[in-house]
Every structure is written in C-alpha cells, then in structure tokens.
C-alpha cells in the first residue's frame, strides 16, 4: 500500500513513477518483434533524434531556453551515453531473449541502482529497502531461468538476458547520476539535453548501421514501434523518470520496475502469445511483494 504520510513532491514522484512503468513495458513486447528487422544502433539513433525534437518543442512551448541550461555540456554527454549504452544492449538482447525474461533482467536495475545511489549520492539503503531488493532479486533470478532449478544451479543463461543485463548496468548508473549532475535544470529541459547529446554519440558509433539501413523496405510495424518509442517509451517516460529522481531516492525511483514483468505479461497476451507457465508467475509475485515493501514511508529517505 502507498505511504499516506508524503510529501506533495513526494506523492508526484511516486504517480510519475507509475506512468513510468505503464509505458516502459509495451517496449519490451514490441523491441523483441522488430529486434532483428534493424540494427539496435540505428534504429537507437532514430528514437533518440525524433525524440529530441518532441522534447525541443516541448521545452519552446514553455519557458524555452536559456544560455544557462547549457551550462557544463559534459553533463549531457554522461547521461546520454548511459542511455544510448542501455537502449542498443537492450535491443541487441531482445533479439534472443524472452520479453518476460527481459524484463525480470530490468528488476534487477533497483539494487544496482542502490549501490550506485550510495557511491555517487551516499544514499543509505535501510534494512527494508535491502529487504525488498533481496526478494525481487530472488524473483527475478527465478523469471530469468525459467523457474528451472537445472538451469539455476548451472547458471544456464540466456545469450540475450546476459546482454541486457549489461545495459542494464548503465540504467541504473543513470537514475543517481541524474539527480547528481542536475544543476536546477527542469526535468524537460534536461531530457533534452541528455538526448541532443546521446544522438550525438550514437550518429558517430551508430553510422554505419545507419547508412547501410534500407529504410524504405523496413515493415510498418518497425516505424509503430518506433513511434510507439519516440513519443511514450522515450520522451514521455524520460520526462517521467528525471522529474521523480530529484523527488525519491534512486532505490524508490527504480522500485517501479517491479512492475514491468506484469505489464510485459499483458502485453504478450494481448499479441497472443500466451501467459508464462504458471511456477513462473511466483518470480512475479516476488517482485510485487518487494514493490509494496519497497514503498512504505522509512524513517529516511
């Protein structure tokens, strides 16, 4: 149950969270159908740049721009280079890899996410919160190997699980290193930002993908996904994302991701192939437990 006892800050954070969620779990379902239609930098690249001027507009129909926003560029580079690295591994990985799999590897990212929020912001993990991130480990680790206690105890991982959980690395680097590196920058100026400069790096290490790319054969569901990616799974969900970790802590922020094997589960349902076999379903309880545990008010946070 949500805490009752928040801060009006706090409250947002926590809905933006939950927006959050929603849109990030479609990505997995429709990045594992066009995975293997274009290669992850280009079509990585594409999001990044169509995104980049959805936020460019959005920031000129508001307070538009000012020199200072520009301060310290480098902050930028950081951040977009940990995404543009988050989105190709995750792409790469969906061309093997289960949806559901996939986004247990994504739970993981809040205990990572812990670690680095103490390294880089001396964010303590209380006991709860250590808690809560032992039972979603747990039941990730039981999603990601398919409830097979073989393939558990022989560590029989999956080529692409093993990929994402790489990118998946710079994710959760990514949510302290916002709040870290943001200078009082609103939350649509700084997704612009960080997205200008990750176009930047991925057009240089993406180039060749990108001319060798016949874009005019691509199939339609290529461009959906991509529009699908553009406007909710990345200039949205950014938005989102950035506004609630300069309201909760890094840990709370990605406790949302616990989330996203339920909404990955809807979703590969509603393209009807099906439910996962039912034992993996305790994984996704586990994780739902550790939601609820995560989000009780602690007496720091």
Not at 90 to 115: D, Q, R, Y
Request: with cysteine; aromatic share 12%.
């Amino acid at each position: 149950m949500m805490p009752v006892n928040l801060t009006a800050d706090q409250w947002r954070g926590h809905l933006a969270m939950l927006g959050f969620a929603a849109l990030i779990a479609g990505s997995f379902s429709l990045g594992s159908i066009v995975a293997n239609e274009i290669a992850p930098p280009a079509i990585t690249t594409v999001r990044f740049v169509m995104a980049a001027v959805v936020m460019g507009l959005f920031a000129l129909a508001g307070r538009g721009f000012r020199r200072e926003h520009f301060r310290a560029p480098w902050r930028y580079l950081v951040l977009g280079g940990l995404l543009a690295f988050y989105f190709v591994l995750m792409f790469e990985g969906l061309k093997t890899a289960n949806p559901v799999s996939a986004a247990a590897v994504f739970t993981l990212v809040p205990m990572m996410a812990a670690g680095f929020g103490y390294v880089l912001l001396r964010q303590i993990t209380t006991p709860r919160i250590a808690l809560a991130l032992s039972i979603a480990a747990l039941g990730a680790l039981w999603v990601i190997f398919r409830g097979d206690f073989g393939a558990l105890s022989s560590l029989d991982i999956g080529r692409g699980e093993a990929i994402y959980f790489v990118g998946c690395v710079g994710h959760a680097i990514y949510a302290p290193m916002v709040r870290k590196l943001n200078r009082g920058e609103s939350a649509v100026i700084f997704t612009f930002g960080t997205l200008v400069a990750g176009s930047i790096l991925l057009g240089i290490v993406g180039f060749r993908d990108l001319v060798a790319t016949d874009w005019n054969s691509l199939p339609g569901i290529v461009w959906i996904t991509l529009g699908y990616l553009v406007v909710f799974s990345t200039a949205a969900s950014f938005v989102l994302l950035q506004y609630a970790t300069l309201r909760l802590p890094s840990s709370k922020v990605m406790a949302y991701s616990y989330l996203t094997p339920v909404g990955v589960i809807l979703w590969e349902a509603a393209f009807g192939n099906g439910l996962p076999a039912p034992w993996v379903f305790l994984g996704v309880a586990a994780t739902i437990v550790a939601l609820g545990v995560l989000l009780k008010e602690e007496a720091v946070s």
